[in-house]
């Protein structure tokens, strides 16, 4: 999903770091100048996606583009939908990712509390770290 900011606005900022990412080669984005839509006393975003498909026949669901998305602007969720009858139907554009999230906001409510700073400062601490990649490398590390 893509996923809304405390005003409704996608919360995307077209950096292209998740497509950059995805070793699928599977997200498309065309980046616009946002304009006025996103001035306002807490943001500034210079641009905004016009164009965000995520091709759901290559993905591979790794979360790579979750990884390193430093906007909190794309998600896994828990609804899937594997099964369609064209290969278009599986192209994903930017309504219907905002769309997931929509849904996906009714059926969680409380995750629509989540504010960004929360967010990050929850990825930083509780993702990999380095002591949680050091300690993979010993024998029998996790
Ligand atoms: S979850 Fe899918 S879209 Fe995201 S990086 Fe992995 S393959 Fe690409
Ligand atoms: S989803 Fe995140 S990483 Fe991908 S373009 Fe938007 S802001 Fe950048």
């Not at 278009?88 to 309504?95: A, L, P, S, V």
Request: aromatic share 8%; charged share 35%.
């Amino acid at each position: 999903m893509l996923t809304r900011d405390e005003q409704g606005r996608e919360k995307c900022v077209a950096c292209e770091m998740c497509s950059t990412a995805c070793p699928a080669d599977c997200i498309r984005i065309v980046a616009n100048d946002s304009g006025d839509a996103w001035k306002d006393n807490f943001e500034n975003r210079e641009k905004h996606p016009i164009v965000f498909e995520i091709d759901e026949l290559r993905c591979i669901f790794c979360g790579m583009c979750v990884e390193a998305c430093p906007e909190d602007a794309i998600d896994m969720t828990d609804m899937h939908n594997l099964a369609d009858y064209t290969r278009q139907d599986f192209i994903y554009d930017k309504e219907r990712l905002l769309g997931v999230y929509d849904e996906y906001i009714k059926r969680h409510p409380d995750h629509a509390k989540r504010r960004d700073g929360e967010f990050k400062a929850m990825k930083n601490s509780s993702y990999f770290s380095v002591v949680s990649v050091e300690n993979a490398k010993k024998p029998g590390g996790h």
